[in-house]
């Protein structure tokens, strides 16, 4: 059985490894922050935009990557790189 620390852990490493979809899903859920997204999408394309992201989440939070997942809970992306700290 777990204790508290174990379980806190858990909590927050499985959330660290699908930080990237959290992410996205804060963009579209937040009406600002989502206009905000499709004018960068519109001048920089959507690729750029979501690789750029993506990449800042790993850099910003020093996070190694793992793997990908196809099956993100945020509509606006398709995929999205799993994480885990350094």
Do not use: C, W
């Amino acid at each position: 059985m777990m204790n508290v620390n174990q379980y806190a852990e858990k909590v927050v490493n499985d959330f660290i490894t699908d930080i990237t979809d959290y992410v996205f899903l804060a963009i579209e859920n937040d009406d600002a922050a989502m206009r905000e997204y499709m004018s960068k999408v519109n001048e920089f394309g959507l690729t750029q935009v979501n690789t750029t992201i993506g990449k800042k989440v790993r850099e910003i939070l020093k996070l190694e990557n793992i793997d990908e997942s196809d099956n993100p809970k945020s509509r606006i992306i398709q995929t999205y790189t799993r994480h885990r700290t350094s």
